[in-house]
């Protein structure tokens, strides 16, 4: 199973068209975490794909702050990260992760992308898809094989893989 992650696109509509174009025939689900879910959701109706979205602290719209699903036999857990203040630390983010046992958590807010695995879970944040604060703007996609489970980031711009530094 492939689930595109995505944030902070900030209503641009064409970012986000143009990832789920790429990719709405080879990724099984899409999910958006905040910080321009409405332009999200409407490119994802473009294109018909399954997608999952929480709001983030720019957002106006009715979408839920967080979200829990499972997908193939993993738990995710879903929000921007404001709440959390991921922004200074994700020591209070991991440890909710890892209280409430989610086998992944995801969140945005950061602009910056983010993979740490602990204790056998997982803190992933796909970055930005238009305002990074690290050089590339970006997104992630997580494929889960059985237990198994891959991280990749990709740049929004040449939608290519990138390596995201130590």
Known sequence: MKILAMSDNHSSFADCIEIIAKFHSTVDLFVHLGDGADSFEEAADVYDVKYYSVRGNCDLGNQPEELVFEAENKKFYACHGHYFKVGFSKI??????????YDVGLFG?????YLEEF???????PGSVSRSRSGDNSFCIIEIDGNNLKADFYSSKSLEKIILPV
């Open 119 to 125: 204790a056998g879970r997982y803190i992933i944040n």
């Open 109 to 113: 807010h950061t602009h910056v992308p």
């Open 92 to 101: 209070e983010y991991k440890k909710f992760i890892e209280e409430n046992k």
